[in-house]
């Protein structure tokens, strides 16, 4: 079955850099949420979308942004990076009107040196 | 005090052990509840939905206590491809805001 596609896998960046997220969810899916998981930390709920609009708001600082496209695939936009930002950061879809469940992509390791 | 907070770990036990972890939250306007499995340096995975009335998935049972505030997951006969870390995850349904346990890191030792 399709999963939750993230690109690129690991991405190393300098402090200061701007870098750019992305998130093709599972096919019928048009709920997307981002996380951020420090080492050792649970993940960190940022931001979501349903149907291309923000849904709801979490830790996201103010110099990241996204958004969900027609496709329904979203992008994370971070910019001015600084060192702690290096994390894992997930993707996760749901199909919306239903069930509640998330489905995680594989993640985007984020290095800032 | 933490939105979700899970038992502390680690858990150490031995296979065909029978283990539970529990989690509390705060909100009381939570609705939907999860169990989430995460091995190291890999994605979360979606366990057990869980529901008021408990269910049941092989080995695996969960449970909510609306009144207590509290979910668990139970965990029998124990394998070694069952260490990793258990996260409790919290839905407030109307906002979509998703919140995580801290983890709780069970090891199954042969």
């Known amino acids: 079955a399709a999963g939750v596609i993230q690109s690129p896998r690991h991405l190393i960046k300098e402090k200061r850099e701007t870098a750019t997220l992305k998130c093709y969810p599972i096919?019928?899916?048009?709920?997307v949420y981002w996380y951020q998981q420090g080492p050792g930390q649970d993940p960190q709920f940022l931001i979501s979308f349903y149907e291309k609009m923000q849904s709801d708001k979490g830790s996201i600082p103010d110099r990241f942004s996204a958004q969900q496209f027609s496709d329904y695939h979203s992008e994370l936009n971070m910019s001015s990076l600084e060192l702690g930002d290096s994390a894992l950061y997930f993707c996760a879809s749901r199909r919306g009107g239903g069930s509640y469940e998330q489905y995680f992509g594989p993640g985007t390791r984020l290095t800032v040196t | 005090r933490k939105e979700v907070e899970q038992d502390p770990g680690p858990f150490n036990v031995p296979e065909g052990a029978t283990v539970a972890f529990n989690c509390t939250y705060s909100?009381?306007?939570?609705?939907?509840f999860f169990w989430y499995r995460q091995d190291c340096r890999k994605e979360p995975k979606l366990l057990m939905s869980?529901?008021?009335s408990g269910n049941e998935d092989g080995r695996f049972t969960a449970q909510l206590n609306r009144a207590s505030q509290y979910i668990s997951l139970l965990i029998r006969d124990s394998k070694l491809s069952d260490s990793a870390t258990y996260l409790c995850?919290?839905?407030?349904?109307?906002?979509?805001?998703?919140?995580f346990g801290d983890g709780t890191t069970l090891t199954v030792k042969p």
């Open positions: 869980v529901y008021s």
């Open positions: 995850v919290v839905i407030q349904t109307n906002a979509g805001k998703s919140t």
């Open positions: 096919p019928r899916h048009d709920t």
């Open positions: 909100n009381s306007a939570s609705q939907s």
